[in-house]
């Protein structure tokens, strides 16, 4: 079956960068768009990247715009989130999260990991 | 800028009960909403996609139609594991949005 599972989650200090991975398993990793969601404590789900299927096609969240960067690395079935410049209102437990149908950029979201938490403080 | 907006903002129901939560965008997005629970301390779960199609495994108890601009999500009898936070999403463009979510607890 589909798995995820996130790693990378810590605590940081204001202004540094930290880097999330995504590790797959159960499915085609190369035929499917792949996502990261955050949710800060107490708060809604925000949609953060996306990194297509194929790794040509990358999309950000305005709040994370040139800070964060969404990579994958198809020979390990993982995905990353490099994060810099990280803020305070970054602190949330983030979500990978894969495309339903596959070889598209609009998609709900069928499967998800546990989520990996990420505290920016000093 | 491109809005989401979900109500109630939470709900308290007996068990049996129909349960209705309206997701409304602010610009046309044709039929791209789906619908996720979310029960506290867990990941979400996709429930509803396209607006009105049931995810594989999920029970008829849950439904979804709407279109364009308005759209409804409804449990047609609440029972105490259907506790959590509902939310929508659309996949129309980016970037993707979701709704501030729909809490629910049991009477």
């Known amino acids: 079956q589909v798995q995820l599972v996130e790693s990378g989650g810590g605590v940081v200090q204001p202004g540094r960068s930290l880097r999330l991975s995504c590790a797959s398993s159960g499915f085609t990793f190369t035929n499917y768009a792949l996502n990261w969601v955050r949710q800060a404590p107490g708060k809604g789900l925000e949609w953060v990247a996306l990194i297509s299927y194929d790794g040509t096609s990358k999309f950000y969240a305005d709040s994370v715009k040139g800070r964060f960067t969404i990579s994958k690395d198809n020979s390990k079935n993982t995905v990353f989130l490099e994060m810099n410049s990280l803020r305070a209102d970054d602190t949330a437990v983030y979500y990978c999260a894969r495309h339903k149908i596959m070889a598209t950029l609009m998609s709900s979201f069928d499967s998800w990991g546990l989520g990996t938490l990420v505290t920016v403080s000093s | 800028d491109f809005q989401m907006t979900q109500s109630p903002s939470s709900l308290s129901a007996s068990v049996g009960d129909r349960v209705t939560i309206t997701c409304q965008a602010s610009?046309?997005?044709?039929?791209?909403v789906n619908w996720y629970h979310q029960k506290p301390g867990k990941a979400p779960e996709l429930l509803i996609y396209?607006?009105?199609r049931l995810e594989t495994g999920v029970p008829s108890t849950f439904s979804g139609s709407g279109s364009g601009t308005h759209f409804t999500f409804t449990i047609s009898s609440l029972q105490p594991e259907h506790i959590g936070t509902y939310y929508c999403q659309h996949n129309d463009h980016f970037p993707f949005t979701f709704g501030p979510g729909t809490r629910i607890e049991i009477k």
């Open positions: 610009q046309d997005i044709s039929m791209s």
């Open positions: 396209h607006a009105s």
